[in-house]
Nanobody, 125 residues
Framework: QVQLVESGGGSVQAGGSLRLSCAAS????????MGWFRQAPGKEREGVAV????????IYADSVKGRFTIFRDNGKGTLDLQMNSLKVDDTAMYYC??????????????????WGQGTHVTVSL
């Protein structure tokens, strides 16, 4: 079992920055793909950024490339998402998630077994 707890959401004006953090615990979390997903009202949950267990592979959604940075510290059990140049369209509930590593990681929601409760991000003009 892997437990995930997000923090760091809030409200910010467009163009601003926020940093989300996810605290991971439980046996073997360092062996999992980990990622950030988001879900806006009326939309499906989408993968924002995913990182492999050893930080060797990172995948970003096209909509956040160049603005968001994901990084993990297995020793501390943290997964962070630095979000810069935020846009109104980034408004959503953001979730931390973990998926078993089977040779690669993807942004497919179906592969992720463990989820946090989410933290909300609101970006206004």
């Amino acid at each position: 079992q892997v437990q995930l707890v997000e923090s760091g959401g809030g409200s910010v004006q467009a163009g601003g920055s926020l940093r989300l953090s996810c605290a991971a615990s439980g046996y073997g979390y360092w062996l999992y793909c980990m990622g950030w997903f988001r879900q806006a009202p009326g939309k499906e949950r989408e993968g924002v950024a995913v990182i492999s267990p050893a930080n060797t592979s990172i995948i970003y959604a096209d909509s956040v490339k160049g603005r968001f940075t994901i990084f993990r510290d297995n020793g501390k059990g943290t997964l962070d998402l630095q979000m810069n140049s935020l846009k109104v369209d980034d408004t959503a509930m953001y979730y931390c998630a973990a998926a078993p590593y089977a040779g690669g990681c993807s942004k497919s929601r179906a592969e992720f077994e463990y989820w946090g409760q989410g933290t909300h991000v609101t970006v206004s003009l």
